[in-house]
Every structure is written in structure tokens, then in C-alpha cells.
């Protein structure tokens, strides 16, 4: 069966032929001049820019997408039925689910890089929770699965010299989250070395806790830790249970010449994606986006 492949968040066409975008944000001293009325416009905007996507999505036959975080800007300095628009939102928010819902299409988040349940200081973990708690009431909003079809997507997000211990705090700090989150709740390994492997994540994180792994090839190969990709697909694989297993795939940027970091992402993807015999799905995470799925569709005759 042939992998299916997504995007995230940005449509490449959509926003170069018609400035279509869903992850508007503002400065924090426009959100203040402007105040909740002009974040509550720039939400439905956002919202109605994510409906264009999704039915973008559909006649393209897109199954497949992960949503902007962004979508929302400041979100942690207001409650959602403080926004002038909050019933037109939840309106959108429910009509973009049901539309994937009938479509067949999986939705998920992935957090950016300052959700970090596993850091020492209380403050950010408390800023990491309200977070990702608000990932959680969009997922419910937009009727999504409290299952890991709907995953909410995080890295542990450091190690600070000792994995072990950060590992035991994220899973203390994992504890908080209601299961708007934690039901939905993955992890993925990294691509540096003094962070998380699949193998790390399997003994750290899924043998005490049922989290599932998402495996991301371009880490992997940045930083495999003892495994082989096929044996680290194979782990991540095993940690999922009545869903079907995502990962992620992109390239390194110097594959095509690019003077960049090894673990930066390449534009397009060249590779046949090796699913070593599984049934999975795969974000493709190059900065093409939908059109780098597009392209490699073409040249691999799928």
C-alpha cells in the first residue's frame, strides 16, 4: 500500500497565487494597540484562509495535514470567549472539522520548539501546559478523535545533561495535561546527538508512559543513536496501537548544494520514501511544501 503523504501548514500555491494563509501572527505591540478585537479579526481570517486550504486539500486529493499553531495568535493571554468573534470562530472551527471528518482527512498539531514539558524551570513548563492545552480545546472544537489519529505532536525539548532525569520530569509534567492533550499526546526524536533517539524516546517515554513515537527519517539519519533506520521505524511503529503510525520525512538541505547545517531541510524530496514493509503515513516536512508532495508524486510514478 503506497504511503500517505501530507503537508504542513502552509499551501506553497495557495499563498503565492492568492496570499492565502492561515498563519497570520502580530507583534506583541500590535496585539496590545490592537487588543482582542484586532486578534479576533486576524483569527477569522486565519480560519477562513485554513477552509480554503482544507478544500484545496480535498480536491487534491490530501488526506493528510497538519494545521499552523500559529493559528491563534497570543493565545495564552486570552480565553477564547473573550474575542468579540468567538461565536463565528467556533462556528469555523466546527465546520473546518466536520469538512475533514467527511473528507477523510487526518489533522494534527506540532508545537513549536517552546513547548517543553521536560525544562527545569516552572514557569515554562506552566507556559508549555497552557499551551498545549489550547491545542487540545481546538482539537475538540473541530470534533477530532481524543486518539493519537489526532496527535498533538512535541519534543521532549532538551536534555540539560541528563536525559534520564528530564525524561522522568516531562513524564511528571505530562501528568498535568487533561486528556483533551494527553490523549492525543506524541513524541518525536531528535536530530541532534545530546537528545532524543527512537531508542531513548522507546526506553524513556513509551515503556513508562504508552506515549507513542513519531519517527522522523531526516533525524534519524542526522542522529540514528544504535539503530538502523529499519529497526527505528520498526521501534516507533510498535509504540502505536488502534491508529495508524505517522511519521515525518524530509532531506538535508545539502543534498541540493545548499551551504546550511546537516539537519537543515531540503526544499524538495528526491528519495523514494522507504517504508520498509509498514503501513504508515508521512508528513513531508520540506519547505516546498504540498508541492514537494506534488513533485515527488511525479517522479516516482505514484
Not at 527512537?198 to 513519531?214: F, H, R, S
Request: hydrophobic share 35%.
Amino acid at each position: 500500500m503506497p504511503i500517505r503523504l501530507g503537508y504542513a501548514c502552509i499551501n506553497q500555491h495557495l499563498s503565492d497565487t492568492q496570499k492565502i494563509t492561515s498563519s497570520r501572527t502580530m507583534r506583541k505591540a500590535t496585539f496590545l494597540t490592537k487588543g482582542l478585537p484586532g486578534v479576533s479579526d486576524l483569527i477569522v481570517s486565519n480560519l477562513s484562509s485554513l477552509e480554503k486550504i482544507m478544500q484545496w486539500n480535498a480536491d487534491n486529493g490530501f488526506t493528510l495535514y497538519r494545521m499552523s499553531s500559529t493559528m491563534f495568535p497570543w493565545a495564552s493571554e486570552y480565553k477564547l470567549d473573550q474575542l468579540p468573534d468567538h461565536i463565528k470562530i467556533r462556528a469555523q472551527l466546527s465546520s473546518i472539522g466536520q469538512f475533514a471528518i467527511e473528507n477523510g482527512i487526518r489533522l494534527s498539531f506540532h508545537p513549536g520548539q517552546f513547548v517543553c514539558l521536560g525544562s527545569q524551570t516552572k514557569k515554562v513548563v506552566d507556559n508549555a501546559i497552557k499551551d498545549l492545552e489550547i491545542h487540545g480545546l481546538l482539537m475538540d472544537l473541530m470534533h477530532q478523535p481524543r486518539d493519537h489519529s489526532a496527535k498533538i505532536n512535541i519534543h521532549i525539548g532538551g536534555s540539560y545533561n541528563d536525559k534520564p532525569g528530564t525524561a522522568k520530569r516531562f513524564l511528571r509534567n505530562a501528568d498535568r495535561l487533561s486528556p483533551a492533550v494527553y490523549d492525543r499526546l506524541t513524541v518525536e526524536n531528535d536530530d541532534r546527538a545530546s537528545l532524543y533517539t527512537t531508542q531513548e524516546l522507546y526506553d524513556m517515554i513509551y515503556t513508562e508512559a504508552g506515549i507513542p513515537i513519531v519517527f522522523d527519517y531526516h533525524h534519524h539519519m542526522c542522529n540514528p543513536g544504535i539503530l538502523s533506520e529499519r529497526d527505528a521505524l520498526a521501534l516507533a511503529i510498535s509504540t502505536w496501537y488502534n491508529v495508524k503510525p505517522c511519521t515525518h520525512y524530509s532531506e538535508s538541505a545539502q543534498d541540493e548544494g545548499r551551504k546550511a547545517p546537516l539537519r537543515a531541510h531540503s526544499k524538495y524530496i528526491y528519495k523514494k520514501i522507504d517504508d520498509h514493509g509498514f503501513d504508515i503515513d508521512c508528513v513531508v516536512e520540506a519547505k516546498a511544501k504540498e508541492q514537494a508532495v506534488l513533485k515527488y508524486n511525479n517522479d516516482h510514478g505514484v
